[in-house]
Nanobody, 121 residues
Framework: QVQLEESGGGSVQAGGSLRLSCVAS????????MGWYRQAPGKQRELVAN???????NYADSVKGRSTISRDNAKNTVYLQMNSLKPEDTAVYYC???????????????WGQGTLVTVST
């Protein structure tokens, strides 16, 4: 019953900025890591950034220095601020969240439907 809903995607020119948001809804007790992944046509899905419940971020080298991931646990929301966007950033961006379930170390992974980011030169 838990679902993720992304927003904030769109079409921007190179050098522009976007702020992606992802809200988790449903029967939520807690959320482990949350993150953003992206997939360009013909490419594998790749990690952009993720963040622990305590707020420790991790970034792909390709976006480090240009992006900031953050979360609001009270709102079950994760954000991705992207600046200095490049055409190479064009992709569908997917929100990901992991919810603890079952045995220690196990979790349920939920994906959003994705939001399209298009960066034109």
């Amino acid at each position: 019953q838990v679902q993720l809903e992304e927003s904030g995607g769109g079409s921007v020119q190179a050098g522009g900025s976007l702020r992606l948001s992802c809200v988790a809804s449903g029967g939520i007790f807690s959320i482990n890591a949350m993150g953003w992944y992206r997939q360009a046509p013909g490419k594998q899905r790749e990690l952009v950034a993720n963040i622990t419940p305590g707020g420790t971020p991790n970034y792909a080298d390709s976006v480090k220095g240009r992006s900031t991931i953050s979360r609001d646990n009270a709102k079950n929301t994760v954000y991705l601020q992207m600046n200095s966007l490049k055409p190479e950033d064009t992709a569908v961006y997917y929100c990901n969240a992991r919810f603890p379930r079952g045995s220690l170390g196990k979790y349920v992974e939920v994906w959003g439907q994705g939001t399209l980011v298009t960066v034109s030169t």
